[in-house]
T-cell receptor, first 112, second 113 residues
Framework: DAGITQSPRHKVTETGTPVTLRCHQTENHRYMYWYRQDPGHGLRLIHYSYGVKDTDKGEVSDGYSVSRSKTEDFLLTLESATSSQTSVYFC???????????FGNGTRLTVT | KQEVTQIPAALSVPEGENLVLNCSFTDSAIYNLQWFRQDPGKGLTSLLLIQSSQREQTSGRLNASLDKSSGRSTLYIAASQPGDSATYLCAGLNNNAGNMLTFGGGTRLMVKP
């Protein structure tokens, strides 16, 4: 498996609280991504990063922010969690050019 | 906007059968197409990546093809085994979409012993 660690693996939080999910890679890959996976919607891109401090929005970025201060870490923050953000969140990484995407094992987030 | 469709959503076959999973996409300006496998409760595992200049890629019992003109990719699994049971997803990367992959909804495969 590619060296990708997501933390926490599971989290339950209340509506309105801030939540930060962490993705850590040991592959020194340039690109990092946050996806959410929901029944009926499949995998959707939230934000991605193409370098330290370089990020861009994906398809479903509202309500989420990201930061990448080091090559190996990509943080996803829900400023004020809502029930619609209950989902499984996946981090992914890829190198430059035609490199395959490699995924972490996911974080299951429940917002009550 | 690229749309990726996988039909059927679920498939059940007996062990040993050769099978084909289908993936169709609407925008032929595709840079590459990737096939993944996802086991329950796990992340996605990359199986094969086909660049736009290629027609197919092979890895063991798996063979993936890409036909840009018809907007189709197929994943062929030879001599299926119960361990092949999983959800298979395809995803396309477009030239004009930054670095955003568009995923299909997946095909859930069950291989019965």
């Amino acid at each position: 498996d590619a060296g990708i660690t997501q933390s926490p693996r599971h989290k339950v939080t209340e509506t309105g609280t801030p939540v930060t999910l962490r993705c850590h890679q040991t592959e020194n890959h340039r690109y990092m991504y946050w996806y959410r996976q929901d029944p009926g919607h499949g995998l959707r891109l939230i934000h991605y990063s193409y370098g330290v401090k370089d990020t861009d929005k994906g398809e479903v970025s509202d309500g989420y922010s990201v930061s990448r201060s080091k090559t190996e870490d990509f943080l996803l923050t829900l400023e004020s969690a809502t029930s619609s953000q209950t989902s499984v969140y996946f981090c992914a990484i890829s190198g430059i050019g035609n490199s395959p995407l490699h995924f972490g094992n996911g974080t299951r987030l429940t917002v009550t | 906007k690229q749309e990726v469709t996988q039909i059927p959503a679920a498939l059940s076959v007996p062990e040993g059968e050769n099978l084909v999973l289908n993936c169709s996409f609407t925008d032929s300006a595709i840079y590459n197409l990737q096939w993944f496998r996802q086991d329950p409760g796990k992340g996605l595992t990359s199986l094969l990546l086909i660049q736009s200049s290629q027609r197919e890629q092979t890895s063991g019992r798996l063979n993936a093809s890409l036909d840009k003109s018809s907007g189709r990719s197929t994943l062929y699994i030879a001599a299926s085994q119960p361990g092949d049971s999983a959800t298979y997803l395809c995803a396309g990367l477009n030239n004009n979409a930054g670095n955003m992959l568009t995923f299909g909804g997946g095909t859930r495969l069950m291989v019965k012993p």
